[in-house]
């Protein structure tokens, strides 16, 4: 018996380390936008998969706007993803230096669309001294990523924290519709498409 509640202790000390981690991280990335620190913004960051979740969706995003309300054919995805994927990616890039994606979290803009319309909540305005307000925005995506969502709504949109190494890190964006509807417009072969 002794080693069943000792057993069932750890288990709750263990999760608590893990969500008071994933909270201190939080917290740190919350304060690194609200100063502006596109360095510490940085070292917080997993550039690979924030990337990767980035194209993504811009690439989806387009693929949308080009299939005129019509079914996606596989021929099409796959070319989509291929060249659109290069484009994206080096969208994405300018999204992702320091300046650029401080912005993104500190402020909520995205500097590189065209018209600076493109609008997201900014994760500094993110109020971490309420557990429970925290808790109410966290969802979890798998044992070792969570996502928070920065708005009020579900489509306001969202980052994701992955566990890597040591550190919980900021692994993945999620542009509301109207900021994916605009970068995909700026790519150079969707340009004069209505949408």
């Known amino acids: 018996m002794r080693w069943l509640l000792g057993t069932v202790v750890a288990l709750f000390v263990l999760a608590g380390v893990y969500a008071g981690s994933a909270v201190v991280s939080l917290n740190a990335l919350v304060e690194a936008a609200r100063a502006g620190n596109g360095a510490e913004i940085l070292a917080r960051t997993d550039q690979p998969r924030l990337r990767h979740s980035l ?27 291929t060249y659109g994927a290069s484009i994206a990616d080096a969208l994405v890039s300018k999204m992702l230096t320091a300046e650029n994606l401080t912005g993104i979290l500190s402020k909520g803009t995205l500097a590189i669309v065209p018209g600076g319309d493109a609008h997201m909540p900014s994760l500094g305005e993110l109020d971490t001294s ?28 969202a980052i994701s924290l992955h566990f890597e190494g040591d550190a919980w890190k900021l692994s993945g964006m999620q542009l509301p519709a109207p900021a994916l509807k605009a970068l995909a417009q700026s790519l150079p072969d969707n340009r004069g498409r209505k949408g």
């Open 55 to 81: 194209v993504d969706q811009i690439v989806t995003a387009y693929l949308i706007q080009t299939g005129q309300n019509r079914p996606i054919k596989p021929w099409e995805r796959m070319v989509a993803n």
């Open 130 to 157: 309420k557990l429970s307000g925290i808790l109410h925005r966290i969802s979890p995506v798998k044992p070792v990523e969570f996502s928070i969502r920065l708005g009020d709504s579900e489509s306001s949109g």
